[in-house]
C-alpha cells in the first residue's frame, strides 16, 4: 500500500470511528425537540431552499439525520450519505420511527458520482474538512446536480479560534484539527470551487460565537446578529454560507 493511500484511509478512519462514536452517544430523546441553537441554523439552511415541495436533496455527511430528517418534512425526497455506519443506522432508525417515508440513509463516501444530474440541491454542512479529496467530493457533486441546482455550503470559518475550545468541548479535536480543516477558509473554498466548474452565487456569514451558547445564554443569539453587521469583525464568523451553480 503506497504512503498516500495509507495515510488517506487513516484520515477517513479517524473521521469514521469519531463520528460512529459520536452517534453511539445519542440520547434517545424527541429527535424534533429543537434548541434555540438548532432552531436558528435549520432556519438558516431552509431558507435557502427555494420552492422545497417538488424538491430532491442529498445531504453529503448527514451524521444521523439532525437537517435531513427536517428538510424532509417540507421536500419532495432526501437521500443523506455519509460514512459513520452508526450514524446512517440512527437517522434510517430515526426516520422510521417518526414516519418519515421519503427518507434514505445510506453509507457511502461519494468517492464516485453515484447520480446523474437528479438532485436540485447537495448539501455540505459541516462536510468540506472531514474530506480528504475535496476536488474529487465538488466534481461528484456537480455530476448529481441538475443543471439549474444548488450547491449549499455551510461550513466553520477557521479564521474563528473560539472553534479550538469547542472542539476539545464536545471531544472532536482529532476528527477536525488537521489541514483539511484549514483548506475550509474561505479564500482556499473559493479556488477550489473555481477550479472544479463552479460559481458562487451567494456568500453570506452567520454568527460568532458558536450557535450552542444560545441554548444556555440566549443573548448571545442577539449579540451575534450585532457583531455579524461589523465588517472586521464579521471575518472571524463562525460560518461560512456558500450558494453555488455550475458554470455553463
Not at 489541514?179 to 451567494?202: A, D, M, P, Q, T
Request: hydrophobic letters at 40%; glycine letters at 4%; one cysteine or more.
Amino acid at each position: 500500500m503506497s504512503d498516500w493511500r495509507a495515510n488517506k484511509d487513516r484520515f477517513y478512519k479517524i473521521q469514521r470511528d469519531s463520528f460512529d462514536n459520536f452517534a453511539s452517544r445519542l440520547k434517545k430523546e424527541d429527535f424534533f425537540k429543537e434548541s434555540t441553537a438548532l432552531k436558528g441554523e435549520y432556519k438558516t439552511i431552509l431558507d435557502l431552499i427555494k420552492n422545497p415541495k417538488q424538491k430532491r436533496v442529498l445531504d453529503v455527511g448527514c451524521g444521523s439525520g439532525r437537517y435531513s430528517l427536517r428538510i424532509a418534512k417540507i421536500v419532495k425526497m432526501v437521500i443523506g450519505i455519509d460514512i459513520s455506519r452508526k450514524s446512517i443506522e440512527y437517522a434510517n432508525k430515526t426516520a422510521k420511527a417518526y414516519g418519515i417515508g421519503n427518507f434514505t440513509g445510506k453509507v457511502n463516501s461519494f468517492q464516485r458520482s453515484i447520480y446523474h444530474k437528479y438532485f436540485d440541491y447537495i448539501l455540505l454542512v459541516d462536510t468540506i474538512h472531514h474530506v480528504k479529496d475535496l476536488n474529487k467530493l465538488l466534481q461528484n457533486s456537480r455530476k448529481a446536480l441538475k443543471d439549474s441546482g444548488t450547491l449549499i455550503i455551510f461550513e466553520p470559518n477557521h479564521f474563528n479560534l473560539l472553534f479550538i475550545p469547542f472542539l476539545i468541548l464536545i471531544g472532536q479535536i482529532d476528527s477536525h484539527l488537521n489541514k483539511e480543516y484549514l483548506r475550509s477558509n474561505k479564500f482556499s473554498l473559493l479556488n477550489y470551487l473555481k477550479n472544479n466548474g463552479w460559481k458562487v452565487s451567494s456568500y453570506k456569514r452567520y454568527a460568532f460565537f458558536p450557535t450552542l451558547l444560545y441554548n444556555y445564554i440566549p443573548v448571545f443569539q442577539t449579540i451575534n446578529l450585532f457583531l455579524n453587521r461589523i465588517p472586521v469583525i464579521n471575518m472571524f464568523c463562525a460560518f461560512n454560507i456558500l450558494e453555488c451553480k455550475k458554470k455553463n
